[in-house]
């Protein structure tokens, strides 16, 4: 039996995830909903974990689930990311956060799908308000799904084979520097938090940070209070009062809200008004809401 766990902001994850789990005629769960119980068990011996690359890291909420996770050290795991730029070594650092709980990753595979988040500007002025979200080209689109069902039976092959060892990695060098140098807890941390528009301090390292991150988002008068944001979120980090949405500080920061709204109404700082808003394909909003 193999459970397979996933996490998604504008549904990329989820279309991995399921097709992960029709190949293996797995057990498919939202890992915001086990997060729901005070304990996550199974009786599969095989699990695997879906999830976005987030700054360069696995988001924080991968890092709640496993700690939550009963006997994990008795699980064969694997895990899946899917990225828009670079995997980095967001897999190779999960390995070593399951390593600290005396476990390990027996396989870990990346996907390029579109981008979801916004991107630095060209020009240095205005550097950080002005992170802009990636129009994603039609046709590179098609060429990356396809892409991915052409690598889905590679990975299909090496699960059912019981095989360990590889973990898709890149820029090794030069990510592992950053840890070396305590860089995405200090530099990276910094910048994002002044993208965001955060003004205060915070010991937390980056991984939790991004809880903060929803200092960035506001809504523009094209908000009709129809509450999808409320219901799109994972964490429930939203609540409507006065009809108008107020992001609660416990973000992951997965962009649904601001990708799901059907008046684009959400925006994140100065650089999403009257951009394209982004969601997979074969994904749909009821598909979102039940992924919590
Ligand atoms: C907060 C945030 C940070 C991101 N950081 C990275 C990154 O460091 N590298 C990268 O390649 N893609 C990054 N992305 C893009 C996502 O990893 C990518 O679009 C992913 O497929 C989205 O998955 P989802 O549709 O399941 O939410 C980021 C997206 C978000 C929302």
């Given at each position: 039996m193999t459970d397979v766990f996933y996490f998604t902001g504008t549904g990329n994850s989820l279309a991995v995830a399921r097709d992960i789990c029709d190949e293996l005629n797995g057990r498919?769960?939202?890992?915001?909903?086990?997060?729901?119980?005070?304990?996550?068990?199974?009786?599969?011996?095989?699990?695997?974990?879906?999830?976005?690359?987030?700054?360069?890291?696995?988001?924080?909420?991968?890092?709640?689930?496993?700690?939550?996770?009963?006997?994990?050290?008795?699980?064969?795991?694997?895990?899946?990311?899917?990225?828009?730029?670079?995997?980095?070594?967001?897999?190779?650092?999960?390995?070593?956060?399951?390593?600290e709980m005396r476990t390990r990753l027996s396989g870990?595979?990346?996907?390029?799908?579109?981008?979801?988040?916004?991107?630095?500007?060209k020009s240095f002025k205005k550097f950080f308000g002005r992170f802009k979200l990636r129009e994603n080209d039609e046709k590179e689109q098609k060429r990356q799904f396809m892409a991915w069902k052409e690598k889905l039976p590679e990975i299909i092959k090496y699960i059912r084979g019981n095989e360990t060892g590889r973990i898709e990695r890149e820029y090794v060098l030069i990510e592992r520097l950053l840890d070396i140098l305590n860089l995405r807890d200090t530099l990276q941390k910094k910048t994002w938090l002044k993208i965001a528009g955060y003004r205060g301090k915070t010991d937390r390292p980056l991984i939790e940070?991004?809880?903060?991150?929803?200092?960035?988002?506001?809504?523009?008068?094209?908000?009709?209070?129809?509450?999808?944001?409320?219901?799109?979120?994972?964490?429930?980090?939203?609540?409507?009062?006065?009809?108008?949405?107020?992001?609660?500080?416990?973000?992951?920061?997965?962009?649904?809200?601001?990708?799901?709204?059907?008046?684009?109404?959400?925006?994140?700082?100065?650089?999403?008004?009257?951009?394209?808003?982004?969601?997979?394909?074969?994904?749909?909003?009821?598909?979102?809401?039940?992924?919590?």
């Open positions: 498919l769960s939202a890992i915001p909903a086990e997060l729901k119980q005070e304990t996550i068990a199974t009786e599969a011996e095989t699990i695997i974990i879906v999830f976005p690359v987030y700054n360069h890291i696995f988001p924080f909420i991968i890092r709640r689930f496993i700690n939550r996770f009963k006997d994990i050290v008795e699980k064969r795991i694997y895990a899946v990311c899917t990225f828009g730029d670079s995997p980095g070594i967001a897999l190779e650092l999960l390995d070593t956060a399951l390593k870990g595979f990346s996907v390029k799908m579109p981008y979801n988040y916004v991107t630095p500007p940070a991004v809880q903060l991150f929803d200092y960035g988002f506001h809504t523009d008068d094209k908000c009709t209070s129809c509450g999808i944001c409320e219901k799109v979120c994972p964490v429930e980090n939203i609540s409507l009062e006065n009809s108008s949405p107020r992001w609660l500080h416990h973000c992951e920061q997965c962009f649904a809200c601001l990708q799901w709204c059907p008046e684009h109404a959400i925006q994140f700082r100065e650089g999403t008004k009257g951009l394209e808003r982004y969601h997979h394909p074969d994904i749909n909003l009821p598909d979102i809401i039940n992924s919590h």
